[in-house]
């Protein structure tokens, strides 16, 4: 059983960064695909970004694409999300998704674990 517990969320301007952590414990993520989605009020969880276990593949959705960055440190066991550019659509509630299965998954389907979630508010 893989547990994650994601942090570094917040309220931000628009044009500003934030860093969302998703530290996992219970078993080390070396071997787990990840990813993160996000929740806006009144609308269904999407996509954001997912890189695979060793962190040599990710795949960001369009509408994130050259503002928000995934990352893992396997040693820390610890998935990231770098959101820069920020925009107020950026607004939601970011999960992170853990997969024992190996590859890239885009929905939600594919995840095993999920973590509580962090909730993101950007100001215009």
């Known amino acids: 059983q893989v547990r994650l517990v994601e942090s570094g969320g917040g309220l931000v301007q628009a044009g500003g960064s934030l860093r969302l952590s998703c530290a996992a414990s219970g078993r080390t993520i070396s071997t787990y695909a990840m990813g993160w989605f996000r929740q806006a009020p009144g609308k269904e969880r999407e996509f954001v970004a997912a890189?695979?276990?060793?962190?040599?593949?990710?795949y960001s959705a369009d509408s994130v694409k050259g503002r928000f960055a995934i990352s893992r440190n396997n040693a820390k066991n610890t998935l990231y999300l770098q959101m820069n550019s920020l925009k107020p659509e950026d607004t939601a509630v970011y999960y992170c998704a853990a997969t024992s299965s190996s590859g890239i998954f885009l929905t939600e389907r594919g995840y095993d674990y999920w973590g509580q979630g962090t909730q993101v508010t950007v100001s215009s």
């Open positions: 890189i695979n276990e060793s962190g040599g593949s990710t």
